[in-house]
């Protein structure tokens, strides 16, 4: 009979399985080829040509391959004692069988051999799997804006501490580029009153501050036909203030972000704190969620943390970085956009912020880019 190349394939697997697992049953070993190779036979097929070159076809009583004594040895233990870690087991034959062996390295090693090919064999269910109990998980899916599209992204506008002038022209700046969306990338409201540091009792209210915020965020969305609203470090001080003070009510929904703000009722799509956004190729990020620093460079540290073309705020100054990849030969730009907000608060009046915003741009093509301008005196610059 002429060997085709699919015969001669499995019965190459046979032996070499054969030859790794001489001590696997038919059914078992037919599996494993299976599994590890599908598309090359059947498990049938497989179990048939085991068996023939077992010498077993037609129903012969499988031929047992012997075992050295040594690898008996090690079995027996394996087979007493299957939840024995492995320095425990090993050191448990060695003590008694100190003459099979040459040391207890030695034994480790063929006890890590011998305990491969009894789980592969299926003689150890006790290690066929590892049962850990499930873990939490507080990561959020990445949210995803697709779609042609020029955005205007304004960060950090803390409000009541807002600066009016800059939120203008930024807002006036995004509508004369043809911008159709807004994204507020986080830190819109400042929630002076539920911060852990210390307060000057005359500042507004939490509710004076969400009226106030409302009533900014119905006039600059309003050109826009699609918002978002992100969540900055400063908008978690709601949570933190009644996880630690009201814990019980922390989550009802009336007491959660959204809904104190009214974002639904105002158009916004709420983008949680910590939750990424994909804006066409661009990642958008407040910054607190892998601690952009405003050293030399944001936009460096931000690159250095991403690793991915991407926009922050967080840090309050407008700065650019570009770097091509030698290897794929594609640019990546990242970028810190400026804050929105008074620049000389009480508690950090030698700064180095300024006012600026960014455009992201998504093309009908799938082309992505990114620009940013900082504003001085209403002025409008691109940098
Ligand atoms: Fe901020």
Same mark, same amino acid.
């Given at each position: 009979?002429?060997?085709?190349?699919?015969?001669?394939?499995?019965?190459?697997?046979?032996?070499?399985?054969?030859?790794?697992?001489?001590?696997a049953?038919?059914?078992?070993l037919?599996?494993?080829?299976?599994?590890?190779?599908?598309?090359?036979?059947?498990?049938?097929?497989?179990?048939?040509?085991?068996?023939?070159?077992?010498?077993?076809? @037609?129903?012969?009583?499988?031929?047992?391959?012997?075992?050295?004594?040594?690898? #008996? %040895?090690?079995?027996?233990? !394996?087979r /007493? $004692?299957?939840?024995?870690?492995?320095?425990?087991?090993?050191?448990?034959?060695?003590s008694?069988?100190?003459?099979?062996?040459k040391?207890?390295?030695?034994?480790?090693?063929?006890?890590?051999?011998e305990?491969?090919?009894?789980?592969?064999?299926?003689?150890?269910?006790?290690?066929?799997?590892?049962?850990?109990?499930?873990?939490?998980?507080?990561?959020?899916?990445?949210?995803?804006?697709?779609?042609?599209?020029r955005?205007?992204?304004?960060?950090?506008?803390?409000?009541p501490?807002?600066?009016?002038?800059?939120?203008?022209?930024?807002?006036?700046? @995004?509508?004369?580029?043809?911008?159709?969306?807004?994204?507020?990338n986080?830190? #819109? %409201?400042?929630?002076?009153? !539920?911060? /852990? $540091?210390?307060?000057?009792p005359?500042?507004?209210?939490?509710?004076?501050?969400?009226?106030?915020?409302?009533?900014?965020?119905c006039?600059?969305?309003?050109?826009?036909?699609?918002r978002?609203?992100?969540?900055?470090?400063?908008?978690?001080?709601?949570?933190?203030?009644?996880?630690?003070?009201?814990p019980?009510l922390?989550?009802?929904?009336?007491?959660?972000?959204?809904?104190?703000?009214g974002?639904?009722?105002?158009?916004?799509?709420?983008?949680k704190?910590?939750?990424?956004?994909?804006?066409?190729d661009?990642?958008v990020?407040?910054?607190?969620?892998?601690?952009?620093?405003s050293g030399v460079?944001p936009?460096?540290?931000?690159?250095?943390?991403?690793?991915?073309?991407?926009?922050?705020?967080?840090?309050?100054?407008c700065?650019?970085?570009?770097?091509?990849?030698?290897?794929?030969?594609?640019?990546?730009?990242?970028?810190?956009?400026?804050?929105?907000c008074?620049?000389?608060?009480?508690?950090?009046?030698?700064?180095?912020?300024?006012?600026?915003?960014?455009?992201?741009?998504?093309?009908?093509?799938?082309?992505?880019?990114?620009r940013?301008?900082?504003?001085?005196?209403?002025?409008?610059?691109?940098?």
């Amino acid at each position: 009979m002429t060997k085709t190349p699919e015969l001669r394939k499995i019965q190459k697997l046979v032996l070499d399985y054969l030859n790794a697992y001489p001590t696997a049953t038919t059914a078992k070993l037919a599996g494993m080829i299976v599994e590890d190779h599908p598309g090359v036979g059947t498990k049938s097929r497989f179990m048939n040509a085991i068996n023939y070159r077992r010498g077993t076809a @037609g129903g012969t009583k499988r031929k047992t391959i012997k075992m050295s004594e040594r690898s #008996a %040895i090690i079995h027996s233990f !394996l087979r /007493r $004692f299957p939840a024995l870690s492995l320095p425990r087991i090993s050191e448990l034959i060695f003590s008694n069988h100190p003459n099979q062996f040459k040391d207890l390295n030695d034994v480790v090693s063929k006890t890590v051999r011998e305990r491969t090919r009894a789980f592969h064999g299926g003689e150890m269910p006790a290690f066929k799997r590892v049962h850990v109990p499930p873990g939490l998980r507080q990561g959020q899916p990445d949210l995803c804006i697709t779609g042609a599209r020029r955005m205007l992204l304004l960060s950090d506008l803390h409000v009541p501490f807002h600066d009016e002038q800059a939120i203008a022209a930024a807002v006036e700046e @995004g509508v004369r580029q043809g911008c159709d969306s807004l994204y507020i990338n986080g830190d #819109a %409201i400042d929630f002076y009153m !539920l911060s /852990r $540091f210390r307060k000057d009792p005359g500042m507004p209210t939490s509710p004076e501050e969400v009226d106030l915020l409302k009533t900014i965020l119905c006039t600059i969305g309003e050109p826009f036909v699609e918002r978002w609203y992100k969540s900055g470090n400063h908008e978690d001080r709601l949570e933190y203030y009644l996880w630690t003070n009201a814990p019980q009510l922390s989550h009802f929904p009336c007491m959660e972000l959204p809904a104190v703000l009214g974002l639904a009722e105002l158009g916004f799509t709420h983008v949680k704190s910590k939750q990424v956004a994909h804006v066409g190729d661009v990642v958008v990020v407040h910054g607190h969620e892998c601690n952009v620093n405003s050293g030399v460079n944001p936009a460096k540290s931000l690159y250095t943390r991403l690793g991915a073309s991407a926009v922050c705020g967080h840090v309050h100054t407008c700065s650019t970085h570009h770097e091509m990849s030698p290897i794929t030969r594609k640019s990546v730009h990242t970028r810190s956009c400026g804050c929105l907000c008074d620049l000389r608060p009480e508690y950090h009046p030698i700064n180095r912020w300024m006012h600026g915003a960014a455009i992201i741009e998504v093309t009908a093509s799938g082309h992505s880019s990114m620009r940013g301008f900082r504003i001085e005196d209403g002025v409008v610059t691109y940098v």
